[in-house]
Nanobody
Framework: VQLVESGGGSVQAGGSLTLSCEAS????????MGWFRQRPGQEREGVAT????????YYSDSVKGRFKISRAAGENTADLEMNSLKPEDTGIYYC???????????????????????WGQGTQVTVS
């Protein structure tokens, strides 16, 4: 699986950006796809993820209510709409996917629990 991100950039605090990710190669109907970020001086963290069937979404507390992840029906893509951006949202954002996994929501879990197999190169988001 190859993941290609787009949409990063610079924006003022309070502004919005939308990141897009397109996956190609091996396709699995049962997968989690999402966005992670690495802020300066910090470890990589989960931001938002979505399951392929049913579209269950999962968010970190720091972005809940401001970010929205979505997938186009039948497409192996994931968009992240980021609103009310804050300087602390600055970082490199990575798209990732884990394939052939059950819906974690059925067991009370989230897509963050899986070990992601495929990663994009990352796209910079800077909020000033």
């Amino acid at each position: 699986v190859q993941l290609v991100e787009s949409g990063g950039g610079s924006v003022q605090a309070g502004g919005s950006l939308t990141l897009s990710c397109e996956a190609s190669g091996y396709s699995s109907t049962h997968n989690c796809m999402g966005w992670f970020r690495q802020r300066p001086g910090q470890e990589r963290e989960g931001v938002a993820t979505i399951y392929s069937i049913g579209g269950s979404t999962y968010y970190s507390d720091s972005v809940k209510g401001r970010f929205k992840i979505s997938r186009a029906a039948g497409e192996n893509t994931a968009d992240l709409e980021m609103n009310s951006l804050k300087p602390e949202d600055t970082g490199i954002y990575y798209c990732a996917q884990v394939t052939s996994v059950p819906d974690p929501g059925e067991a009370g879990g989230t897509c963050f629990a899986y070990e992601y197999m495929y990663w994009g190169q990352g796209t910079q988001v800077t909020v000033s």
